[in-house]
């Protein structure tokens, strides 16, 4: 039934812009053409595109107008919205529904019958002694990136970046583009922490390639000054002089007005919401950053600090407020409500050459659950086309089918592959399901047996017991197994696995007897370079009873979580 157009006499207060609390300003204009809507927004700007502030700072984007999606006065003029910016909220009486704002010289008392909170979230800070050294700063805001890019043409010559997270990763690439000699530094076990070790290792060779210093498995100690320029100490006495120090180690949610006002924090310190965005306290929704949610996959209840989800959540929250508030001037809603989908987490970043993206979760995020990974190392269009690039892709695989994670990093068509798992896993396919899918195909663009195709084909050969997988990650023991290379000469020459035994894939039709008698009563298990070959070499294997495994992902993948293992032939 269509909603009727009675004059509303609703108002709508939302505390904070950009993503969140714009999608849900504009979403409700378009529910209620009535109602007074007004944005509270602390900063300087009430709407800008964020995510493109690393791009502004290197000068990928010359005009810092680019970034900004709406002025106060362009949101009046096309939405009606009143956008107050420069206005703190500092208070607000549940009961009463009044909302307290400041614009530093006098406080002023508006009241509202639904009020949306979307203050986002404020740049971790550590305690390093130091931190507040004029030279470093944070890259949340549109002021952060003007003195950032005003440095940099400035004649700034060096960078240290403080996070190797998609933020720090596109802040250390924007800085060495821009030509400063750049320092990155982070505290995990490798960068990108979302992202499995094994394709990491892939971003932080590229980053080393075009000439980034990286510090991982270490943190800033201590931040001290020399004549006016940051020296950043490490743990392991590492001393990096700058002209700029980006801090990028993470974000927390600000819930200092929501813990005034009674409304229920998670132990994560983020404001709980339903799935129709509502706080605990009637007649107060929250969306974006502040916010926490429950991940697909793993359950673990957190912020995720992603704009596509901020934006979702803005309309989910805007209908809800249509159907819940009175004065809308509706006189029906649609009885189905919308609600917000537990995340994935998909995401995508730019690292330089290479596209790395992942959805679902990751081997860590899983603990000891039981998975099965498939591993891809294939080119991004058919490989007779000039041009093709490899990407490396894997999928972690639940005992049931279910697909729990995927990631890939490449040159070209990383994106597209891991949003259509995305949309397997929303869908509820399992992982051999993939094999069904219609994706289109042209030379230029993939190929028949497109990387996702051959994810499902391998989970299918998993699934009927085809293939029986070797975990590279666990490690290969040539001690306790007989580990076959059934690449040729060439390949096993420019490095193989130390202990390991050659015997290209052709020969072993007639050589099962020789594997037998090397075997020696051991499980053996067979590798290629990436997969294929040693599936085939382990066919033979077990169609003549012997109990062999074939290495997920083969030597691609031992290169880069066993490294230590490979040795090379002597000339």
Same mark, same amino acid.
Do not use: F, K, S
């Given at each position: 039934m269509a909603p009727t157009t009675q004059p509303s006499t609703r108002t709508l207060l939302v505390v904070g812009g950009v993503a969140g609390g714009m999608s849900t300003a504009a979403r409700m204009r378009r529910l209620d053409p009535h109602a007074r809507i007004v944005v509270v927004e602390e900063g300087s700007e009430v709407s800008f595109a964020n995510c493109g502030l690393p791009y502004y700072v290197g000068g990928d984007i010359s005009s810092r107008d680019t970034l900004l999606l709406h002025t106060p006065e362009s949101l009046w003029r096309s939405l009606r919205i009143e956008a107050r910016v420069g206005t703190s909220a500092v208070d607000v009486d549940p009961d009463a529904r009044t909302l307290t704002v400041s614009t530093g010289d006098a406080n002023e008392e508006l009241s509202y019958d639904a009020l949306v909170l979307a203050p986002g979230a404020d740049a971790v800070r550590p305690p390093i002694p130091g931190l507040d050294h004029p030279r470093v700063r944070t890259l949340r805001s549109v002021p952060d990136a003007d003195? *950032?890019?005003?440095?940099?043409?400035?004649g700034a010559t060096s960078a240290v970046v403080l996070g190797a997270g998609f933020i720090g990763l596109e802040a250390a690439e924007a800085l060495r583009e821009a030509g400063l000699q750049v320092s990155l530094v982070e505290a995990a076990a490798h960068v990108l922490p979302p992202l499995d070790g094994e394709l990491a290792a892939y971003l932080s060779a590229e980053l080393r390639r075009n000439d980034i210093d990286v510090h991982d498995r270490v943190a800033a100690t201590e931040i001290v000054d020399d004549d006016g320029r940051p020296v950043v100490l490490l743990g392991d006495g590492t001393?990096?002089?700058a002209d700029l120090v980006v801090l990028s180690v993470g974000v927390r949610p600000r819930v200092e007005l929501a813990r005034r006002a009674g409304i229920e924090l998670t132990g994560r310190g983020a404001i709980a919401v339903d799935d129709e965005q509502r706080t605990s306290v009637p007649g107060i929704w929250a969306v974006g950053d502040v916010t926490a949610s429950t991940h697909a996959v793993t359950g673990a209840v957190a912020p995720v600090a992603l704009a596509t989800p901020a934006n979702r959540a803005g309309r989910v929250a805007a209908d809800s407020i249509a159907r819940h508030t009175e004065g809308s001037g509706y006189a029906a809603w649609p009885a189905a409500a919308r609600t917000a989908p537990r995340p994935l987490g998909t995401a995508v970043v730019r690292v330089f050459g290479l596209t790395a993206a992942m959805t679902g979760a990751s081997r860590e995020s899983l603990g000891d659950r039981r998975v099965e990974t498939l591993r891809v190392h294939a080119g991004?269009?058919?490989?007779?086309?000039?041009?093709?690039?490899?990407?490396? *892709?894997l999928v972690h695989v639940g005992a049931d089918g279910a697909i729990l994670g995927a990631q890939g990093v490449g040159a070209e068509g990383v994106d597209k592959r891991i949003d259509v798992i995305a949309t397997a896993m929303r869908a509820g396919l399992r992982a051999w399901d993939l094999v069904?899918?219609? *994706?289109?195909?042209a030379p230029p663009y993939g190929s028949a047996k497109d990387p996702v195709l051959m994810l499902g084909m391998i989970a299918d050969n998993v699934r009927t017991g085809m293939l029986v997988q070797a975990d590279p990650v666990a490690g290969l023991d040539p001690e306790s197994t007989l580990v076959l290379d059934v690449r040729?000469?060439?390949e096993w020459a420019r490095g193989h696995v130390d202990g390991a035994v050659l015997l290209p894939q052709p020969e072993i039709a007639d050589e099962v007897e020789r594997v037998r008698e090397l075997a020696a009563g051991r499980p053996v298990v067979v590798h290629c370079a990436s997969g294929f070959r040693s599936y085939l070499a382990h066919r033979t *294997?077990?169609?003549?009873?012997?109990?062999s495994r074939s290495v997920s992902g083969g030597m691609r993948t031992i290169e880069q979580t066993q490294p230590e293992s490979i040795v090379v032939d002597q000339e």
């Open positions: 003195l *950032l890019r005003e440095w940099v043409v400035g001393r990096l002089p991004h269009h058919a490989g007779y086309y000039p041009g093709a690039q490899t990407m490396h *892709l069904d899918l219609d *994706l289109c195909y040729n000469p060439d *294997l077990a169609a003549h009873g012997i109990d």
